[in-house]
């Protein structure tokens, strides 16, 4: 490893190590080998000069890039994940780098039946003649969010080894299990003495996200009657029916991811499990409004109580458990995050682009634990499937942007 690693050399490197988080797991970090990528990026940011970078016993990488003003600059902070989605395999990754693209379809050569097609990711139309980075076709590629480490690894680097670049105390946060919802579960803020942050995290060149869904889990158990099956007549109340026609009953056309867009929020159910006496069936439920949230848990409990009416002696627990809110709210007292943010990608020859995201991020929890963090663009793209891939050339765009940002908070302190 050399201080002159590109960003692609960075990436490459890191997409190769298996951090594949595990939401049925109860320790932390949920798999011990998200370590093994924490502890490489300990090695590579104190052979750059971060003398304090460090990991804890809970797989959080700490480090500081030291300032070179005599200015007081508000301390900022840039963030990635290190784990990737359980949604598809990370084991394995074989990263492959289809130079100078020229809009072909990408056949992924270990399992031919996966083909990126030009005309499933539009965003493949501005590519043209870049550098795209995809897996072999067996495994998610890890650009989620492997891509903003190794952007922000590759700004450390110029802003080491550029002295002349003037710059505040700048920190730097990896963090894991943020693809479980649990990444900022045992951060140390006061540890990392951060005034703001940004998570490098987005997907489309040049976009800034300061919007998030709000979010709650549903969690549905469904007390049915059990009886012998040869004896049941009048009696039998099988939970795992009562189930079968909740989910049948929910809305098709409407609150469901498959039928929404934009800022519209929906009711999705994600898992089931269970018997005749006793079944569990587990929600998410989205908006960007906190009361649209209450709204769709009412429209759950009605279809609920409907198909109760059939089921006289059958009942239901209905618990909401609050998974994270809007940052927006937060974001909104402290616009200098987001212009700064806006300005820095235009001096890299972007034109900005601000989204909302239906989802969230390590930064809607951040910011509501005082750590007021919007997000930024790292490149990824298919995220979560063996289709993911990323533009060798937007992740330079990254490293640049990120570098602009702490230039602009020294100058505007």
């Known amino acids: 490893m050399t201080q002159s690693d590109t960003v692609l050399d960075r990436f490459l490197r890191y997409v190769k190590i298996d951090t594949q988080s595990d939401p049925e797991s109860i320790s932390f970090p949920s798999t011990e080998k998200?370590?093994?990528l924490g502890r490489l990026l300990v090695e590579e940011l104190q052979t750059l000069g971060l003398k304090d970078a460090a990991m804890d016993e809970n797989g959080y990488v700490?480090?500081?890039?030291p300032a070179n003003t005599d200015k007081k600059v508000p301390v900022i902070c840039f963030c990635s994940h290190m784990d990737?989605?359980?949604d598809c395999s990370g084991k394995d990754v074989k990263p492959l780098v289809h130079y100078g693209y020229q809009g072909q379809d990408l056949k992924l050569p270990d399992d031919p039946t996966q083909v990126i097609r030009l005309a499933e990711y539009p965003q493949l139309k501005g590519q043209i003649g870049n550098d795209i980075v995809t897996a072999s076709g067996t495994t998610l590629l890890g650009a989620d969010n492997k891509a903003?480490?190794?952007e922000i690894m590759t700004a450390a680097a110029y802003l080491m080894n550029h002295q002349e670049i003037k710059h505040g105390v700048v920190k730097i946060l990896f963090t894991p299990d943020e693809?479980?919802?649990?990444g900022v579960d045992k951060v140390d803020l006061k540890r990392l003495g951060a005034d703001f942050a940004y998570t490098v995290d987005g997907e489309e060149r040049a976009t800034l996200e300061d919007e998030t869904f709000s979010a709650d889990a549903v969690t549905l158990q469904i007390h049915g009657v059990s009886a012998h099956p040869g004896f049941a007549k009048g009696k039998l109340e099988s939970a795992l029916k009562i189930a079968g026609e909740i989910l049948a009953s929910l809305p098709k056309d409407r609150l469901s991811p498959e039928s929404t867009a934009g800022k519209e929020g929906f009711i999705h159910p994600v898992s089931i499990s269970g018997s005749v006496e006793l079944t569990t069936i587990q929600f998410i439920i989205r908006d960007f409004q906190d009361e649209k949230l209450v709204e769709h848990e009412n429209t759950l409990r009605k279809i609920i109580d409907d198909v109760l009416i059939n089921y006289p002696n059958a009942h239901c627990d209905f618990q909401v458990k609050e998974q994270y809110r809007n940052m927006k709210s937060i974001l909104d007292q402290y616009p200098q995050l987001v212009d700064n943010a806006l300005d820095a990608i235009k001096r890299a020859g972007m034109k900005p682009v601000r989204?909302?995201?239906r989802g969230g991020t390590d930064g809607s929890r951040l910011s509501f634990m005082g750590l007021p963090c919007p997000n930024i663009f790292a490149g990824e793209h298919a995220f979560h499937s063996k289709h993911e891939?990323?533009?060798?050339q937007d992740m330079e765009k990254a490293v640049e942007m990120i570098v602009n940002l702490a230039v602009i908070w020294e100058e505007r302190s």
């Open 34 to 36: 998200q370590k093994n």
């Open 62 to 65: 700490y480090a500081t890039i």
């Open 84 to 86: 990737t989605s359980p």
């Open 148 to 150: 903003g480490l190794a």
């Open 179 to 182: 693809e479980i919802g649990r």
């Open 355 to 357: 989204n909302s995201i």
């Open 389 to 392: 891939w990323v533009s060798v």
